[in-house]
């Protein structure tokens, strides 16, 4: 009995055919890359490792306008942070520090002007004084000098108050925040601050005078 073969023949039939095809493609390529036709090649999804990836044009940092101040600089130039807080004996003691945070040097002269505000921003009635008591500001001579600022100095003066309480009328609202105008003429600036003032209801502020050390 003869025995067929043709599954044999098919399988060669289908190898050469697969051959053909992969020689077509083969040169197909060669073709196409002799020609420059074809589909152009993309680029990998991601970045080899180590590789730089170059930057994007409006990731480049603006130069900033002559004269502009810096963000969070008021626009005068000139703001106040608190530079220190101290408490002893029903004493207050607060630094308040006059920054030149823009780019041009500014003459202060005398004390900075106060404003005492509630916790709803309202103006409290409270008497602000000039006394200067060298037990607790550390001043001997607090007489008002021209202070010249460049930029990113400092000048400093002291709030003073005490909260105690020797009557029976009580003592005046507490206050939640403070305006302070550095100079007159000066936008004011206004800070969180608790002041828990006594019966007598006054604030103590020095002059503005210069700090040894530049800087915030």
Do not use: F
Not at 18 to 25: D, H, P, R, W, Y
Not at 67 to 82: H, K, Q, W, Y
Not at 110 to 128: M, Y
């Amino acid at each position: 009995m003869t025995r067929r073969h043709r599954p044999a023949v098919l399988s060669a039939g289908v190898s050469v055919l697969l051959l053909t095809v992969a020689g077509c493609s083969d040169l197909r390529s060669e073709i196409e890359a002799e020609t420059g036709t074809g589909a152009a090649p993309t680029a990998p999804a991601h970045s080899p490792p180590g590789s730089a990836v170059p930057p994007s044009p409006l990731a480049l940092p603006s130069s900033s306008p002559t004269g502009a101040t810096p963000p969070g600089c008021p626009a005068s130039g000139l703001d106040v942070v608190i530079g220190g807080e101290d408490a002893a004996m029903g004493h207050r003691v607060v630094t308040l520090k006059l920054w030149n945070c823009g780019d041009r040097t500014y003459r202060v002269k005398g004390h900075p002007g106060l404003e005492l505000l509630d916790e709803a921003r309202e103006p409290i009635d409270v008497e602000v004084t000039h006394k200067s008591d060298y037990s607790y500001t550390g001043r001997r001579d607090d007489r008002p000098r021209q202070v010249t600022l460049a930029p990113n100095a400092t000048a400093s003066a002291v709030l003073h108050w005490n909260n105690r309480v020797t009557s029976l009328d009580g003592a005046p609202t507490p206050g939640a925040h403070v305006l302070v105008t550095p100079a007159p003429g000066e936008e004011p600036v206004s800070l969180p601050l608790p002041v828990d003032l006594g019966t007598d209801g006054t604030l103590d502020v020095t002059s503005w005078a210069a700090d040894p050390v530049s800087g915030r």
